[in-house]
């Protein structure tokens, strides 16, 4: 029914100031760029106020509006940082635009309720904006570093050449660097065979925790579920100095009474550290799945002859598989990413990439961190998106959403 509702034209006095802001944020960024944040917002609110007053009072032909917008801005984009700038341009240009006539034509209320009063209307695009920055803010770190691994440089910063978008700046070299560097491919390969590992003793020790704390009749449950999670929450870097003690003695153990190999004992000793990290992100997971879960599945199971294993594997499991393996793919994320609990645990034979990482950065100034870096951040989305698409199949299964 809100579609339905007609849109009317805003007042000038709402536009301006609207859009004069918005203005003046591009321009507080561009100015600060160029030596002036100051002078940035002043010129930024007065041009797209401008363009504003021209679109709605002058020219009144959203069409040709859209590309007088996306060619002044060019042309500004490319006058204060070249081909870059002509492309950030255009985009902030359609961008304009569009937010002009969203506004001015009030298209903002179409898919609003039509009774929402305007501070509930403000408090709706506010609290996207917030969100939006917050999102903005975490992410930007992430989008620098991606294309700085291209360099052809061995710089940590953009290139003339980069920034011109000059073919010559760009390189594959730090990614055949990764590829073809021993020391780099042995700490790959120590990850490779740590993560899966400590992702298997998680998600076991995990799973069957989470259930055994689902059951009513277990006392204490609340003590008991704090003290498996209090790996999150306790600072790493005295987790890690706890584990060094503790399985420093293990070690001693397993060296001096069974005889093991030290570089043996040393991956034990980092895929159970890792492994204890990893058994939080699974209780959670499998814990928040079994939420919905109907027991009387399971009594129904046992009525007919099933005994409690194969009631877990055909009825449970089936149900709990999505949060088993969100809770996996966090453990695998929390083990291949950790570095402060291996530095105190493993040794030179049990380097991982995060380790390697953490090596290049203090002795070396490795480019290849940035190759690296990207390569796991592009890693960490595939298996965020799996859990993302689990979530929505465990709660598809659990009813608790439409299929």
Not at 187 to 202: E, M, Q, R, W, Y
Request: charged share 10%; net charge positive; glycine share 8%.
């Amino acid at each position: 029914m809100a579609a339905l509702t007609p849109i009317s034209r805003k007042p000038m006095s709402l536009v301006l100031p609207t859009v004069a802001a918005a203005g003046g944020l591009l321009g507080l960024f561009v100015g600060t760029a160029n030596g002036s944040g100051l002078m940035g917002v002043v010129v930024g609110a007065c041009l797209v106020v401008a363009l504003a007053m021209i679109f709605i009072s002058v020219l009144k032909n959203e069409g040709l509006a859209k590309w007088i917008s996306i060619a002044v801005m060019a042309v500004l984009g490319f006058i204060f940082g070249g081909t870059p700038g002509v492309i950030l341009g255009a985009i902030f240009g359609w961008l304009f635009h569009w937010f002009i006539y969203w506004l001015y034509e009030g298209r903002y209320r179409a898919r609003l309720l039509p009774y929402l009063t305007p501070r509930q209307v403000l408090w709706h695009y506010t609290f996207r904006v917030i969100c939006g920055s917050i999102f903005v803010f975490l992410i930007t770190p992430i989008l620098v570093v991606m294309p700085l691994s291209f360099n052809a440089q061995d710089f940590f910063t953009f290139t003339p050449e980069m920034l011109r978008l000059d073919p010559e700046g760009y390189s594959l070299k730090h990614y055949r660097d990764f590829f073809t560097n021993n020391e780099w491919q042995r700490s790959f390969k120590n990850s490779l065979i740590i993560a899966p590992i400590a992702t298997v003793i998680s998600v076991s020790l995990g799973t069957l925790a989470a259930i055994g704390l689902s059951q009513n009749h277990v006392p204490f449950k609340r003590a008991i579920m704090a003290i498996l999670i209090s790996p999150m929450i306790v600072p790493l870097i005295i987790s890690a100095t706890g584990m060094f003690f503790f399985y420093s003695q293990i070690g001693n153990w397993m060296e001096g009474t069974l005889g093991l190999n030290k570089t043996f004992v040393g991956y034990v000793k980092v895929v159970l550290a890792h492994a204890v990290l990893g058994i939080p992100f699974v209780i959670i997971t499998v814990t928040a799945t079994l939420v919905g879960f109907d027991n009387s599945l399971t009594r129904a199971a046992a009525n007919m002859g099933a005994n409690p294993v194969t009631t877990f594997f055909k009825v449970q499991m089936p149900l709990i598989l999505p949060g088993v393996i969100s809770g996996g793919l966090f453990a695998f994320i929390t083990s291949f990413d950790e570095v402060v609990v291996v530095l105190f645990v493993g040794s030179a034979s049990q380097k991982t990439l995060p380790w390697q990482m953490f090596t290049g950065l203090r002795e070396q100034i490795s480019p290849t961190i940035l190759a690296v870096a990207t390569i796991l951040v592009v890693i960490s989305i595939a298996l965020l998106t799996t859990v993302e698409m689990l979530r929505r199949r465990s709660e598809r299964l659990r009813g608790m959403s439409p299929s």
